[in-house]
Structure formats: C-alpha cells, structure tokens
C-alpha cells in the first residue's frame, strides 16, 4: 500500500512539472493536495479562475448583461434611487460629466461612496472620466491644476512627468476614481491635429514616452487607464461626423500604431483600450468600433489581451451604419468589444434583447461570456474586486476591493485621513507644477 501511495506521486509529479506536452484540456486540480501545488503557477492560474467564475455564477443573466455598458448617471451629491434610472441594474460603470462633479472634494468623495453602498450587493460599477488636462478635465474646480499633455511634454521630462502625474492619481483615486478615460496615445499629426490639438503629447516618440509614464503614475495609485483613440483619428470629430483616416499601410504602423505598440508592450498593468470611430478604408469597410478586423489587428498583432471599450456608441459618426440601436450593440459585440461606452443614463431596455441572444445564438453567447470575463479582470486590476487569501488548498474567493495599491485603500481610511492625504498630494502636486514653470521661465 506505502508502494502503491509513493507510485501515485510519483505518477503526479511528472505530469505536472514535465517539459514540452500540453495536453489541450484544462487540467483537473481539484482532489491534488495542496504540497505539489504550493508554488505552481497553473494550479493559481486554475484557483483564480474558479473564482472569477464562481463570482460570475452568483448572478442573475441580467445582472451580468448589464456589466456590457458604462453610462452616464444623475446627480453629483448623494447616489439614491431617484437617481437609478435602470430599475436596480448595476451598469459596468459610470462616466461622469461635468455637471456630475460637485463644487468640493468631499462633495465628490460622498458622491462616489454613495454610488458603490448603492449597488453594494451588485458587482461594483467602474467610476469613470476623461481625465486628460487642459480642456478635457472634468475635476478642474477640484483637483490641482492639470496642463494639457501638450503642455506637459514641454514642461516635463517623461520620468519628470511620471511623479507630477502620481500626485494627480492620488487625488483622483482618492475622490473615488477607478476608470481613467486617459491618455490619448495619439501622435500629433497633419491628420488630426485640429481635432486633437492641445490633448496629444506631440511627437510619435514624446506621445510614447509621455502616455506611458501618464499610465504607470495612474496605475501605481490604484486608478485603472484607458489607451485611447485605438487606432486613431483624424481632425473631423465623431460626436459630429464620420472620421476617415486615409493613409497607406507603412505610414499607418509608422505613425498610428506605433505609440500603441510601445505602450502595450511596456506597461506593467493590462490597462484597457477605447476603440475610435475612425474608418480605416484599407483595414475595414466599418469604423474601428464596429470593426472585427481592427480589433483582430488589437488582439492578435499587438498581443493585447486586456479589456476594449468603444468610444460612446451612439455618436453622429455611426449613425449611417445602423437602422435601430440595438443593432449598433450588436454589431460592437461582433466586432470583439467587451464594454460598449454611452453618453445615455439608460440601458435597461436592451436586457431582454442581449438575453435572447445570448440564450439562442451559441456565438454571441461565447463573445459575451469572453466580455464578463475581461471586465472582471480589469475590475481586479482597478482594485474594485481582489482574491481573498487562500483558506485551504483549494479555496480561492472574488472579494470587492480585496487588493491593494500604494496607499491604503479608500474604503478603509476614516474619512478625515482621506481628505488629508487629498489635501496634500493635491499640495505636492502644484508645487511641482510651480517649479516647473519657474525653471522653464528662467
């Protein structure tokens, strides 16, 4: 009987720590004691997985249909059903616009408490903005003052600009921001600079250098980023029209995807991607949005993996390319995208038709189960969700805000220590700016 146990681990160990063979199947961790799998990467991989998947089964199918959008949302003091307008549904997320943001700090920071109590039972909602500096700030009357990336480019040294752009973080996070909708890795060019203008860094090596720092200084604080416009736009703007991006294929990945590619590689964090409404003739007969074949280009030549958002679906620019809105939904899940983004504060009535679909057609099924995966994982990455620790060798469960970033997180800091830390990093961070200004003038 000894002989037989020592044989069977034996057999075990070898299967799982021998080179070169992929069996094709997920492996079965479930009965292995917990010494083989200590330090083995798949059997975490296996128990992170369950987790999420366990999280996902403990809702209802609207529930986690309702994870597909983020919208914009009433009010900017106190979050309570007045205010719901999509009978109890918890979105994705939310993206603030200015009248959204309070005249204080602690304005916002009750507002933003007040929203996550509110849907404390749901699987909590992104809080979102554009966040870029200068003309695009919606925490401009709050937060220290933020140049636009133009300007910063100039001011700043990439590895200067990172601990500027960490002062800023802190204050955001600490407002309650989980979802930067910034920065645009977008080079200033002939194309689109009187769209972009002052909102690009500039130059294809400055807009690389500088979006990254830009990303690493947000992430560090616990603020998830959004790379945007993939893969660019041009100087017509998509709230009014369609953008046509009329270059060559060589000129396209010398001046477009370059920056985005350098980014993707080098950030540390998976950071999500909002795709542009952009028609790319030689690429798709459909804008970037609506485009499998500009996600393709996304997933599979530049390796991203992360999560892909569309720029707010019902813009003027795609109104051409569908009858009913439901379709434009429709054709962004073809396409690949996992969150589609709307300026709109409702989004119930399309539950019934994403659940039809999503109970009769095996491939939207597969594209949305793919969604909710990938949103749960950027959820993690934000912070809004973490992995509880490991009570036995098998037990791995999703917590809501369960991991931690380089300052403590906002849910357990009493409310005075939070304004404090606000009130100092948004100290720390115009006295850099001043300094900046000063070495630049003299």
């Known amino acids: 009987m000894r002989y037989l ?10 299967s799982l720590f021998s080179c070169g063979k992929e069996s094709g199947t997920e492996q079965d961790f479930s009965s292995a004691p917990e010494k083989i799998f200590v330090q083995n990467e798949r059997f975490q991989a296996f128990l992170e997985q369950r987790a999420i998947d366990n999280y996902l089964d403990s809702f209802s199918l609207k529930q986690k249909l309702s994870q597909l959008f983020i919208i914009n949302l009433e009010g900017s003091s106190n979050y309570t059903a007045s205010h719901d307008y999509n009978e109890l549904f918890c979105p994705g997320g939310f993206i603030f616009f200015s009248y959204n943001i309070g005249k204080t700090a602690e ?38 003052p933020l140049p636009s990336a133009e300007e910063i480019s100039q001011l700043f040294t990439a590895e200067e600009a990172a601990l500027f752009y960490k002062e800023i973080a802190k204050q955001s996070h600490l407002l309650g921001i989980s979802l930067n909708l910034a920065p645009i890795v977008e080079p200033l060019l002939e194309e ?13 090596e400055k807009t690389k250098f500088f979006s990254l720092a830009f990303i690493e200084s947000f992430n560090s604080e616990g ?11 041009t100087d017509v703007d998509p709230h009014l029209n369609l953008p046509v991006l009329a270059l060559n294929k060589e000129d396209f990945e010398k001046n477009m995807l370059a920056p985005f590619r350098f980014v993707l590689e080098n950030q540390k964090n998976n950071n999500a991607v909002l795709l542009s409404h952009a028609l790319i003739p030689f690429i798709s007969d459909l804008p970037a949005s ?7 280009l996304l997933v599979k030549d530049l390796d991203y993996s992360g999560l892909i958002i569309t720029d707010d679906i019902f813009m003027a620019a795609l109104q051409s390319f569908f009858s009913e809105e439901k ?3 429709l054709l962004a899940l073809d396409a690949g995208a996992h969150i589609l983004l709307s300026s709109k504060k409702v989004f119930t009535q399309f539950l019934p038709f994403l659940e039809e679909i999503y109970t009769t057609e095996t491939v939207y099924k597969e594209k949305i189960d793919i969604a909710l995966q ?23 469960c999703l917590l809501k805000g369960n991991t931690s970033t380089s300052i403590d997180k906002i849910d357990q800091i009493d409310r005075k220590e939070r304004e404090r830390l606000f009130y100092e990093a ?17």
């Open 290 to 296: 609506l485009s499998s074949e500009v996600v393709d």
């Open 5 to 14: 146990r020592f044989l069977t681990l034996i057999i075990i160990l070898f």
């Open 327 to 329: 379709d434009a939904i």
């Open 374 to 396: 990938r949103i749960i994982r950027a959820k993690i990455e934000a912070g809004l969700l973490g992995f509880s620790e490991r009570e036995s060798w098998s037990s791995l």
């Open 223 to 233: 603020v998830l980023c959004t790379l945007k416009h993939f893969p660019g736009n």
């Open 426 to 442: 948004k100290k720390n961070a115009s006295e850099i700016l001043s300094e900046a200004y000063q070495n630049n003038f003299f």
């Open 107 to 144: 304005t916002l920071m009750g507002f933003t408490d007040s929203i996550l109590d509110y849907y404390k039972t749901d699987i909590p909602p992104f809080l979102s903005l554009d966040l870029e500096g200068g003309e695009v700030n919606r925490l401009r009357n709050i937060i220290s």
């Open 192 to 204: 689109n600079a009187a769209f972009l203008k002052t909102r690009s860094f500039g130059s294809i």
